[in-house]
Nanobody, 116 residues
Framework: EVQLVESGGGLVQPGDSLRLSCAAS????????MTWARQAPGKRHEWVAG????????NYADSVKGRFTISRDNAKNTVYLQMNNLKPEDTAVYYC?????????RGQGTQVTVSS
């Protein structure tokens, strides 16, 4: 059974940082590209970042480029999202998913709220 468990969300102030983690199991993580996506209330989901299986290719949405960094540790079956200089518009539920631009197979999400 595929499991993706996100953690690390919280309530932070503008300019703060957070690191999200996603623990994966039930599939061959080491050969799978992975995605971080987010969904704000009342809005369609938005792809945030993708990473290939070997960490040799990453890509980011323009809205987070230069502030967010996706990485992975294949030995720990975990993908990360380091988020710096957070803005109120980053407020959303953040999901990890399988695939470079995945959404269909995702975890339960972790809430990130950026507010002063």
């Amino acid at each position: 059974e595929v499991q993706l468990v996100e953690s690390g969300g919280g309530l932070v102030q503008p300019g703060d940082s957070l690191r999200l983690s996603c623990a994966a199991s039930g599939f061959r993580f080491s050969i799978s590209a992975m995605t971080w996506a987010r969904q704000a209330p009342g809005k369609r989901h938005e792809w945030v970042a993708g990473i290939n299986h070997a960490s040799s290719r990453t890509n980011y949405a323009d809205s987070v480029k230069g502030r967010f960094t996706i990485s992975r540790d294949n030995a720990k079956n975990t993908v990360y999202l380091q988020m710096n200089n957070l803005k109120p518009e980053d407020t959303a539920v953040y999901y990890c998913a399988i695939g470079f631009a995945g959404w269909d197979t995702r975890g339960q999400g972790t809430q990130v709220t950026v507010s002063s």
